[in-house]
């Protein structure tokens, strides 16, 4: 069984970076051929794409309202990836959560990842 634990939420304020980091473990097969995207929700709001990384880092892909401010990234051999988050603002405060899957397409859709972490807060204040 696939687990997924994320680390490095807290509160920060306005302006301020964050790095997120999501561990995998459990999977019998290669860690590198699988996509790992990061989805936030915030109170009251549905689950929401943040960026996706392909397997082996061949690709990765961002929402609108984080591009140039998040870069996402991963060290197979460690089983890892994070999520490097810059001049946060107040509307990126959410629970972050990490996601692994198959799927090469539609990497901004929930529904195509099979594996979820519990989420992490990230809180930022103006």
């Known amino acids: 069984q696939v687990q997924l634990v994320e680390a490095g939420g807290g509160l920060v304020q306005a302006g301020d970076s964050l790095r997120l980091s999501c561990a995998s473990a459990?999977?019998?097969?290669?860690?590198?051929?699988?996509?790992m995207g990061w989805f936030r929700q915030a109170p009251g709001k549905d689950r929401e794409f943040v960026a996706s990384?392909?397997?082996?880092?061949?690709?990765?892909s961002y929402a609108d309202s984080v591009k140039g401010r998040f870069t996402i990234s991963r060290d197979d051999p460690r089983n890892m990836v994070y999520l490097q988050m810059d001049m946060l603002k107040p509307e990126d405060t959410a629970i972050y959560y990490c996601?692994?899957?198959?799927?090469?397409?539609?990497?901004?859709?929930?529904?195509?990842?099979?594996?979820w972490g519990q989420g992490t807060q990230v809180s930022v204040s103006s």
């Open positions: 996601a692994e899957g198959t799927t090469v397409t539609n990497v901004d859709h929930a529904t195509a990842y099979d594996y």
């Open positions: 459990g999977r019998t097969s290669t860690f590198n051929r699988y996509t």
């Open positions: 990384i392909i397997g082996s880092g061949r690709g990765s």
